[in-house]
């Protein structure tokens, strides 16, 4: 199992970092005792997870007695989060929060904690200064520092805009215009997954049509993983969701699977069964 401990000053971003971590695949806990760590772990490995990781603060400060021994035994990657203290200061000013050590002065708060987490700085295999860097910029240094490719995945979703458009959706695809099997006797049974009814659906005249919405699906898909999203969804509707919106859904899973993780899933292909 790779195990992993994110710490460092309040407000430099671990919140952040662990979102970001979570989407790498890592199972993480807040401020679990360092003696805690190795029970963790084997109760995830007896479970297949294969990532985990520890968020510490200054709020285990009273733990840290057994830190030492944690990190000898266990020996994991120990990353660490700093900033600038008027950089922390101002990051505090903009969500108001308190800071874990809050005894009134926030920059004292500040220098006491960088004293108190200055051994486990000394331990981390990897120091971010965290003080001009975007979320963006942030991912992107943890990932390459793991080794690992941020994933992302597009969600394809078909529906019926009779049954109501879904909330999740980034884009919506209205494929309306093109042929509805409904009203042929032989294809109303079947559903957008029958060989019969994608090729009554997909007919020559109206492979432009298809070919647009596989261009804008592509191009949403592709400006959502520049911008470092691990997901974004595409629904793609008909009346019903239950031939043309399942039959487009597939096609565009199977054209766009080489660019990205596709997931494909039809809401509403049984409820006019």
Request: glycine residues 10%; aromatic residues 8%; neutral net charge.
């Amino acid at each position: 199992m790779r195990f992993l401990v994110l710490s460092g000053l309040s407000g430099a971003g671990k919140t952040t970092a662990k979102g970001f971590l979570e989407d790498l695949g890592y199972f993480m806990v807040d401020n679990l005792p360092p003696r805690l760590w190795g029970g963790l772990l084997e109760e995830l490995a007896g479970r297949g997870v294969e990532r985990a990781g520890v968020v510490l603060d200054a709020r285990a400060l009273a733990f840290f007695g057994d830190l030492e021994r944690a990190l000898d035994e266990l020996k994991p990657t120990v990353v660490y989060l700093e900033a600038r203290p008027e950089v922390l200061l101002r990051r505090y000013n903009l969500t108001r929060r308190l800071h874990p050590l809050g005894a009134g002065n926030l920059l004292k708060e500040i220098g006491k904690e960088r004293e108190a987490l200055a051994p486990l700085r000394a331990r981390a295999h990897l120091v971010l200064d965290t003080s001009e860097l975007s979320p963006r910029a942030l991912k992107e240094a943890l990932t390459r520092f793991l080794g690992e490719e941020a994933g992302f995945t597009l969600r394809l979703l078909s529906f019926g805009f009779k049954w109501g458009p879904p909330q999740e959706a980034d884009l919506v695809l209205d494929v309306r215009p093109l042929p509805n099997p409904h009203y042929d006797p032989g294809l109303k049974p079947k559903t957008g997954l029958d060989p019969e009814v994608r090729a009554y659906i997909f007919r020559e005249e109206h492979e432009p049509y298809y070919r647009a919405l596989l261009s804008v699906a592509g191009l949403a898909a592709e400006g959502a993983r520049r911008e470092g999203r691990a997901f974004y969804t595409v629904a793609v509707g008909c009346t019903g969701g239950r031939h043309r919106s399942v039959a487009v859904a597939e096609r565009l899973a199977e054209e766009l699977s080489g660019r990205f993780r596709v997931e494909v899933s039809h809401r509403d292909v049984e409820k006019e069964a």
